[in-house]
C-alpha cells in the first residue's frame, strides 16, 4: 500500500489595526523564521507561510521572465524576496 503525504499549503494570516512600530517589532519577532514573509499596509499586517509549492511556481516563473526580458532585450534587475519600504506606510516584497 502507498502512502500519499498531503503538500503543506501557503497559510495567510491578516490582522489590522497595526501601526508601523508594532509591524517593526513583530518583523523582528520572525526574522529567523525562514519561509514567513510579512507585508505592512494602512495598519494591517499580512503573514504569509509560503510552501515548497510556492517557491517552485516562483522560481519557474522567475526563469520564464529572465528568459523572456533576454530575448527581448530588455533591461531588468532580479529581486528575488528583497523588501521595498517606504517607512510608516508599507512594507512588501516582490514575488
Not at 502512502?3 to 517589532?25: E, V, Y
Not at 523564521?33 to 499596509?41: D, K, N, Q, T, V
Amino acid at each position: 500500500m502507498t502512502a500519499t503525504l498531503d503538500k503543506p499549503q501557503d497559510q495567510c494570516l491578516i490582522h489590522s489595526g497595526i501601526d508601523w512600530q508594532q509591524f517593526k517589532l513583530i518583523e523582528q519577532g520572525f526574522s529567523d523564521s525562514p519561509g514567513i514573509r510579512l507585508f505592512y499596509f494602512k495598519c494591517e499586517v499580512e503573514m504569509l507561510a509560503v510552501s515548497q509549492e510556492h517557491e517552485v511556481f516562483s522560481g519557474v516563473i522567475a526563469l520564464l521572465l529572465g528568459t523572456y526580458f533576454v530575448e527581448k532585450q530588455i533591461d531588468f534587475t532580479p529581486l528575488g524576496s528583497f523588501t521595498q519600504e517606504e517607512e510608516g506606510k508599507a512594507s512588501a516584497q516582490v514575488d
